[in-house]
């Protein structure tokens, strides 16, 4: 006895070699369908022709067929063997196989679909990535040639502002003389703010490790401040803890960076009061050392909802503050940035009317001894004498010329001043010099193509030369050095760095 679950789904007939069916033999499919007395090509209209092919006492079969019973179509797998009396036709119901190896191919050719799509749109991703990165390497080499030609201009501002405080002066003339500084100090926040988003949105934000006094930096941003703030009505306050190191190992100018920030926005906002830089040890093992900075205001303060949005790029609390105080709105964007890329953390609270407190925390690797490098020892700029020391300066540009051959003169510096490179040549050839201070962009012969001449020179192959230029990248200054400078000078920059910069190289001769 055949089980009914399998009855269901054959059916065996013999019929005659014209296809008349004689009897069913076994099987419960479709039986309906299959009179004895009647047709099979009724029901099976693909076996027309095929009965009378086929060969004899061998079996022959037709996979995929389709028959209808009661309205409903059937995919049907056919086996048949031709004897020599009648013919044997074994029907198979496949129906739900088929429906399976259907659905399977149906997957099949969407995961190959998906593939592709996904192909394509890799590729088309890849590309879109490709246009990016042009994108911002035009971007940046564009910030960069307009960070170079801003930097001239406000090296001559900053400089003369500098050495106009100098004379004597009216109230009114020392009012404005501040604001003017004020501005250009401003003014070149926001472009090295610009360059930091820049390189840092392309990835190429770069910190270097020295040895670095933590102390000393933060001493000079608070005098820095100090001398700058000229309201009364608001105290500025430092406490450092006797815990911390002097020496650890970081990039200062990052450091420098965040703290003048900070310190800015906190002057900028407070009325009265007062703004405290303290300084906290947090944590000292034996290979690292992690400091808190903090900058607390009693200014205006905000609410939990501007507090949440500040270190947003572009972001200003009030509609007016760029008319008021200034700046792109960069500068908290830039820090918690700067404050990550040094593996840090920011935070602040704040209320509204009662004031803010700013929290950077940062880990630095410990000073070992032995692992100075540098041998030199600190500066003190106020005892350093540079009496008879002669100093070339090449510079096109009129306005530097005079402003970096004023903070050398007031040093009893012998100078020698050339408009070019083409020009120093054959000064250089003739006259001996203790340091040269070198443009980098100029007519005729550049600065980097002087340096690699600078071996032939008969009497300053041995001289410092040091790089003054508005490429202002950690890259530029490795390319730099690479090519023969003693050491490289960002503009603008103040006399104090000038004229430490070169007190070093005047120290060693």
């Known amino acids: 006895m055949i089980p009914s679950k399998i009855d269901s789904v054959f059916i065996e007939i013999t019929t005659d070699f014209k296809g008349v069916i004689k009897r069913v033999n076994a ?3 479709a039986e309906k369908e299959f009179i004895v007395n009647e047709s099979i090509f009724f029901v099976c209209p693909f076996l027309i022709g095929t009965l009378e092919a086929l060969p004899l006492d061998e079996f022959f079969s037709m996979e995929g067929m389709i028959i209808t019973s009661n309205s409903i179509e059937f995919n049907v797998d056919v086996e048949l063997f031709r004897s020599k009396k009648s013919i044997s036709v074994l029907i198979h119901d496949r129906t739900k196989v088929y429906r399976f190896v259907e659905q399977l191919n149906q997957s099949r050719n969407d995961v190959f679909f998906a593939k592709r799509e996904i192909s394509e749109k890799n590729k088309e991703l890849a590309r879109l990535r490709k246009v990016a990165d042009k994108a911002n390497e035009e971007k940046t080499r564009f910030l960069a040639m307009m960070s170079h030609e801003v930097r001239n201009p406000l090296t001559a501002i900053l400089g003369y502002t500098d050495m106009i405080s100098e004379e004597p002066l009216g109230d009114k003339a020392k009012e404005y003389i501040g604001y003017l500084t004020s501005a250009g100090e401003n003014l070149k926040v926001i472009v090295n703010d610009i360059l930091d988003l820049s390189r840092i949105e392309a990835g190429k934000l770069e910190l270097v490790s020295e040895e670095i006094n933590i102390k000393e930096i933060v001493n000079n941003c608070f005098v820095n401040y100090k001398n700058q703030q000229k309201d009364k009505v608001v105290v500025l306050d ?3 803890s006797s815990a911390i190191s002097d020496i650890v190992f970081g990039d200062s100018v990052r450091v ?3 703290l003048s920030n900070l310190l800015s926005n906190a002057l900028k906002f407070t009325k009265k009061g007062s703004v405290s830089l303290e300084v906290e040890l947090v944590y ?3 290979k690292t050392t992690e400091i808190c900075f ?3 205001d009693t200014g205006r ?8 949005k500040i270190f947003e790029e572009y972001q200003q609390n009030e509609l007016n503050d760029n008319r008021v105080f200034g700046g792109a709105g960069l500068g908290l964007s830039i820090v918690k940035r700067l404050v990550e890329a040094m593996n840090g953390t920011i935070s602040v609270f704040s209320e509204l009317n009662v004031g803010s407190t700013f929290s950077v925390e940062i880990p630095f690797k410990k000073y070992i001894e032995q692992q100075s490098k ?13 009496k008879g020391m002669r100093i070339l300066i090449v510079d096109d540009d009129l306005l530097n010329q005079k402003i970096t051959s004023h903070f050398l003169k007031k040093k009893d510096v012998t100078v020698v001043v050339f408009n070019n490179g083409l020009e120093a040549l054959e000064e250089l050839d003739n006259q001996s010099f203790d340091v040269v201070l070198l443009d980098i962009n100029m007519p005729g012969i550049t600065g980097e193509e002087l340096i690699q001449r600078k071996s032939s020179f008969k009497k300053n192959n041995n ?3 040091i790089a003054l230029t508005g490429n202002a990248t950690q890259k530029d200054r490795g390319n730099y050095l690479s090519l023969g400078f003693s050491d490289v000078i960002f503009k603008p920059f103040k006399s104090d760095e000038l004229i430490e910069k070169i007190s070093v190289f005047f120290n060693k001769f």
């Open 463 to 465: 001289t410092a030369f």
């Open 27 to 29: 099987g419960g499919f």
């Open 256 to 258: 420098t960076q965040v």
């Open 238 to 240: 430092l406490v450092v």
């Open 294 to 296: 903090k900058i607390v």
């Open 284 to 286: 000292a093992g034996k």
């Open 374 to 386: 540098s041998g030199l020892s600190r500066i003190n700029l106020e005892k350093m004498s540079l």
């Open 301 to 308: 303060g905000m609410t939990v909802e501007q507090t949440a």
